[in-house]
């Protein structure tokens, strides 16, 4: 990490040709924040580049286009979720809490980067075959493989029931993801305009509830 | 139903102006079966029109054009679904199978209709906040509205458990609708190229046994 240096080179010389990690994460940031604050993925380039006070044209030196510099922020967001989820795995804890944790973290990555789930939706739906595939096999690809371990182990030790496992964790994504996906049904069917902490809190409980152990109330007692 | 005169019209008339109820109802059927054939909904009018042999010009007099023509379908499709909840609603079961049967029953009508979830969430996403509403209001309303009694009479009778019957069906009608909403991964990550009915009927009871019970294995037996 040259932060350092690259910041003091930029402090000294016009914004349009800095050294390349900082204009790259500026970038990525500068999305990050105007795509949270403004609720949707449809933002300007223009916009992007004058939030990060770089040259507009850097994003394409940087990631050949929009499309380039919206996969690198996904893909930015999945490494910070993907290295918790590494440390959750390496945790001292029974499968079923690990399971139960990583669950309540997909819930919080899609609160924390409100247009995480937009983007990795439109950049698999428009997308090529090919950067659909990027998709699947650098973040959807570890997620299931790590919840295939845990439910697997958990079945084997008798604290999780004999579900197939990649059907349950697609059904369990669904459930994480669902108020996430449609701002619209959450609008004008629920009467919610804005997902706080607390709803974000209150649905990660509801979930993980019901994921756990079901709507039904336990028979007779 | 005046069927059996347009119908009786139509085999003598030229098929650029048939009478309206049939030519509309072609039009929606044809719409149906070319997305279904070839799993997307970017199908071109001039193909929907030739399926349905009528003059394309009958789509903008019928819907306005290509966005009505796939609303109307979707409602068309949300209006059988909804029938079947209201013949369920009726019967003389208790609440929490009641819940069981109607999830069963949305997993059944993405399967039935499989351009539906994309239609739905496309015209949800690209539409005007009118035609958002006017969706969450005709289909996602009644649904949530049906859910949240079902719920509440379950909690109420004991036989449900005490969860936020709102963040309950969001997030059940998540895990529903999951498998239907992302083929790219589905086919990327778990190498499943098709849905079929096997592939359905092994999921929805997958969601429904989690829904219902949760993966966590019952304590001390």
């Given amino acids: 990490m040259q932060g350092g240096v690259v910041e003091a080179q930029e402090k000294g010389k016009a914004r349009a040709a ?7 994460d500026l970038l990525l940031q500068a999305a990050s924040e105007v795509m949270s604050e403004r609720q949707t993925i449809d933002v300007p380039l223009s916009d992007i580049a004058a939030r990060a006070e770089v040259n507009v044209a850097l994003v394409s030196y940087y990631f050949g286009g929009k499309d380039g510099l ?17 440390r959750l795995l390496s945790l001292n804890i029974s499968p079923e809490e690990k399971l139960r944790r990583h669950l309540a973290g997909v819930i919080k990555t899609f609160f924390r980067y409100p247009y995480l789930y937009r983007l990795l939706a439109a950049l698999m ?18 997620l299931a493989r790590a ?16 579900l197939d496992p990649q059907l349950f964790y697609i059904a369990a994504l669904g ?10 049904i959450l609008k004008f069917v629920h009467g919610i305009e804005e997902i706080d902490e607390t709803l974000q809190r209150r649905y990660a409980e509801v979930v993980l509830e019901t994921l756990m152990r079901g709507y039904l109330a336990p028979q007779g007692d």
């Fill in 125 to 142: 739906r428009d997308a090529s075959d090919e950067t659909a595939r990027d998709i699947a096999q650098f973040f959807a690809q570890p």
């Fill in 147 to 162: 919840a295939q371990g845990l439910m697997e182990a958990g079945i084997a030790n008798g604290s999780i029931r004999p």
């Fill in 175 to 184: 459930a994480c993801e669902q108020i996430f996906a449609n701002r619209a």
């Fill in 18 to 24: 800095p050294a390349r990690p900082a204009a790259r």
């Fill in 70 to 86: 919206l996969l690198a922020l996904a893909k930015r967001d999945a490494a910070t979720a993907l290295g918790e989820l590494d």
